[in-house]
Structure formats: C-alpha cells, structure tokens
C-alpha cells in the first residue's frame, strides 16, 4: 500500500496544476470573436468581483476541500494522525466532487443559451482525475482499516 501513499503526494502536485489549467473555453458564436479560457482560479477571481458568497463556496469545494483531504490522507498513512478521522476526510472529498458537478451545469446552461460557446478543455478533465483518484485512494485506505487483523491461534 505504499504507492497509495506516494500517489495521495503526487496529488498535492496535480490539485494546484488544475487550479490553473483552463476548465473551459468559452467565447461567443459570432465570427471573428475569440475565445478565452477559464480556469478554476480566474473564474474565482471573477467571482469574488461580482458574487462573494459563491467565490466563498467554489474556494471551500474546489481548493480547500481537496487539499485538506489529502493532506489528512498523507497524515494517516504516514502514522501521524488517527484513522478514525477518516470519514471526516472522505466528506471533503465529496465536497469536492459537488465542485465538478457545479461547472458541468454551468456548462449545460450556457450552451442551452445559445449565444455563447463553451468548449471543455483538458483542466476540467484533470481536476475530475484528481477527485475521483483522491476518492479511491481515500476508499481504497478505508477498505485497508476494517479488514480484521489475522490473531495468532
């Protein structure tokens, strides 16, 4: 089980590319307009201009929730901190996933919308491999917690 410490590390790597790396591509269906790219951290820098609440949200579930759960993970499996604070983790990492579910909708509205045009790009494909490896790893840690410890008879 050492690789899913190593792999949990890689993570803390992964996570802030992602951050960065444009999610979508979105521009106007009208020629000769361009169009830009979004990623998790300029679309927060949008959203603490216009919306602070969500800017709030979207910064709990997309940077401080995954980062917290693998840094938690990390503790675990290094020994420095209890197993029984796992299921606390596990929910971070759900809250992450509430995340990816967000940008998906926002991408299904603004193509029903009709006006605009919005690509996916390889950040949104990142950032879901990093939230569903993070969320195997931290089942996969689950799973090695509850088998019974084999007793000497």
């Known amino acids: ?38 990623s998790i951290i300029s679309g927060l820098q ?6 602070v609440f969500l800017a709030l ?5 997309a940077i401080f929730a995954p ?12 020994g420095q901190m209890r197993r029984s604070v796992l299921p606390v983790f596990n929910v971070m990492g759900k ?8 940008i998906a909708l926002y991408v299904v509205v603004a193509k029903g919308a009709g006006m605009a ?4 790009a390889w950040g949104l494909y990142l950032f879901t491999g ?5 969320l195997g790893i931290s ?6 917690r509850s088998r019974p410890k084999p007793t000497l008879d």
């Open 57 to 61: 949200l979207i910064t709990l579930f």
């Open 117 to 120: 045009r919005v690509d996916v």
């Open 1 to 38: 089980m050492t690789y899913l410490r190593y792999l949990n590390l890689a993570l803390l790597i992964a996570f802030p590319i992602a951050w960065f790396a444009p999610l979508l591509r979105a521009g106007l269906n009208l020629p000769f307009f361009g169009q830009s790219e979004i």
């Open 130 to 134: 990093c939230v569903l490896i993070s």
């Open 95 to 102: 809250l992450a996933m509430a995340d990816i579910f967000l």
């Open 139 to 144: 089942m996969l840690t689950q799973k090695r």
């Open 67 to 78: 980062l917290i759960k693998t840094l938690g993970l990390a503790l675990i499996q290094f």
């Open 46 to 51: 949008t959203l603490w201009k216009t919306d």
